[in-house]
């Protein structure tokens, strides 16, 4: 499996790292990794993904997988998420 993510990761594909937040942030398939989260979720938002956004703030309010919540952080990233603001 970590073959494949390598493999999927060096597209920088923006879906692909939006989806790997996702496994990373709720342990889907993965082990649970705040800090894998953050990386692809930050990777996948600089690319254009509001729901990569929406995961970090998750992660950050939260404490996800080794991260300490971060009543700042989530602010920030909720307020990412919502474009209209």
């Known amino acids: 499996a970590q073959k494949n993510i390598d493999q999927?990761?060096?597209?920088r594909n923006r879906d692909v790292l939006e989806v790997?937040?996702?496994w990373y942030a709720?342990?889907?398939g993965v082990d649970?990794?705040?800090r894998k989260a953050i990386r692809y979720g930050?990777?996948?938002f600089v690319q254009g993904s509001l729901?990569?956004?929406?995961i970090l703030s998750h992660v950050y309010k939260h404490g996800v997988g080794g991260v300490e919540p971060d009543e700042n952080r989530e602010?920030?990233?909720g307020v990412q998420a919502t474009p209209n603001h």
């Open 42 to 44: 930050e990777a996948a």
């Open 32 to 34: 649970r990794n705040g």
């Open 8 to 11: 999927a990761l060096a597209t």
């Open 20 to 22: 790997l937040a996702l």
């Open 75 to 77: 602010l920030y990233w």
């Open 26 to 28: 709720n342990a889907i």
């Open 51 to 54: 729901k990569a956004a929406r």
